[in-house]
């Protein structure tokens, strides 16, 4: 080896600081073609922009299905004690709560609005395991008297339902909420009593010696989009060990065990390179974790099991298409006389050959709220026979920070090209912002591959009809 000898900067090429340094000195590196999406479920994507308009919306009943019921068989066919609970959040449409239901989920909400709407559907009291960590006193009232599940989160709430039962005569049966050290980082302590200074023992010792309640669940949630199954090895195991100190202090053996949710979709964040089918570990690998350890329990003491897995259920069933409205940027086709825009000459002069083809889409971050954090897989519906080149995915609202994806390959598109973001079905409807536009239209495709509205677009009518103009602001 020479004295000049220099090692080649793979990790610095191959890393997130370049991410187009490989595929820039290998054109070809990038494949000849970028996979186009032409359908969901046997319907054309620019027929169903057609006929419900777009942005859309779309969810396949077949994936949703297909996806709750291998979860389900997942955990049920290594222990049978298992149950579902739908987390209202990651998606509270109605019709995706309500094919849950129809597949044997009960209802997990966090708000009085989610309990209300989680009751609207049919979902009885029983049915409902209510957390969060703020119930309005008014809504833990009724969740009370209706027999949800609370799951108890802070001392101030303990003070209230303690309040709020004390002229009962039947036990209420209640959760707490605790908050553990998985492995994970960051730990989620915002949630619930500590286990490690031992609040949560002393918030369990509580309940356990009001004879006006009973501690029916230990529940907790590590976090979201967790990659690592061995995480909920540690939380099973840490319940278990606050369920057995309850148990030999009180003689009260805890009925159930709640784990939350945090199982991963087949997404990838930004930072990250897939696919995701490699990234992601299966669901077997997270029922494994956690039953092996319920498992080894003597068959009498082995709890229920409650799961409230959200995004992991619904993400891959949500599909957002878009059109592109316009083409920006130096390597836009561009006509005869069309001269470079600032933000053109800008990437001229600073990025030089990394500037991208800007698309800006009818869609922004007002509905993709979590394309801050996950690399949606953007497709075009149709096949373009050239090779794809570094691209940039703008949404439509008139603010900086709406961007869909930052780097991207596609091949030259044009105007009214309709291009698929997937997956989008976990927290993106219910978190989706009416800022600036209108919300569009939401479709479901049913499992004979027929596509029904679920949700209209949002009009001027429906958006104003809470607004109230006093009537001297009413003339100029
Ligand atoms: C208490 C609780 N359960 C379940 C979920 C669903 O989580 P995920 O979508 O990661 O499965 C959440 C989400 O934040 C939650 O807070």
Not at 132 to 141: A, D, E, S, W
Not at 447 to 467: F, M, Y
Request: with cysteine; net charge neutral; glycine share 6%.
């Amino acid at each position: 080896m020479t004295q000049d000898y220099s090692q080649p900067m793979i990790s610095g090429e191959l890393g997130s600081n370049s991410p187009n340094a490989a595929v820039e000195r290998n054109y070809y590196a990038r494949g000849m073609h970028v996979p186009a999406l032409f359908e969901i479920d046997g319907n054309p994507i620019p027929a169903l922009v057609g006929e419900f308009g777009s942005p859309l919306f779309v969810f396949s009943e077949h994936a949703l299905r297909n996806k709750a019921r291998h979860a389900r068989e997942a955990f049920k066919r290594r222990y049978p004690k298992t149950s579902f609970a739908w987390s209202f959040k990651t998606n509270n449409l109605q019709s995706v709560c309500q094919i849950l239901r129809q597949e044997g989920w009960i209802a997990e909400v966090v708000s009085d609005f989610e309990y209300e709407k989680a009751r609207h559907l049919g979902f009885a009291g029983p049915e409902i395991v209510f957390n969060g960590p703020y119930k309005p006193r008014h809504i833990l009232q009724r969740a009370i008297d209706e027999g949800a599940l609370l799951h108890i989160d802070n001392w101030d709430e303990l003070n209230l339902v303690e309040e709020l039962v004390k002229d009962r005569r039947q036990p209420l049966d209640v959760g707490i909420r605790i908050w553990l050290d998985a492995g994970i980082r960051p730990v989620w302590s915002k949630f619930g009593f500590a286990l490690a200074n031992g609040e949560a023992e002393r918030a369990a010792d509580r309940i356990v010696k009001n004879p006006k309640l009973r501690l029916h669940t230990l529940h907790t949630h590590i976090g979201t989009y967790i990659l690592a199954p061995d995480a909920y090895r540690t939380a099973t195991q840490k319940l278990l060990a606050l369920r057995d100190v309850i148990h030999s202090k009180h003689d009260h053996l805890i009925e159930c065990l709640d784990l939350g949710g945090g199982f991963p979709s087949n997404s990838l964040l930004h930072s990250m390179t897939g696919p995701a089918e490699q990234v992601v570990p299966p669901i077997e690998a997270y029922a494994d974790a956690i039953t092996e350890v319920l498992n080894k329990l003597p068959e009498k003491k082995r709890p229920l099991l409650r799961l409230e897995s959200g995004r992991h259920i619904v993400d891959e069933a949500g599909y957002l298409l878009t059109t592109v409205v316009a083409v920006k940027g130096i390597n836009r086709p561009r006509a005869e006389g069309e001269s470079l825009s600032a933000r053109d000459y800008k990437e001229q002069l600073i990025s030089g050959a990394d500037s991208k083809v800007n698309y800006i889409a009818d869609a922004g971050i007002n509905l993709l709220y979590t394309s801050a954090w996950y690399r949606f897989d953007v497709r075009p519906s149709r096949m373009v026979a050239e090779p794809p080149v570094p691209s940039r995915v703008y949404g439509s609202l008139c603010m900086a920070i709406d961007v869909i994806r930052e780097h991207v390959d596609l091949p030259p598109l044009a105007v009214g090209d309709v291009l698929s973001v997937h997956p989008v079905g976990a927290y993106n409807i219910s978190q989706s912002m009416q800022f600036i536009a209108y919300r569009p239209a939401v479709v479901l495709i049913d499992e004979s591959g027929k596509p029904e509205l679920i949700r209209a677009a949002e009009t001027l009518d429906e958006v104003q009809r809470l607004e109230r103009l006093p009537s001297r602001l009413a003339e100029k």
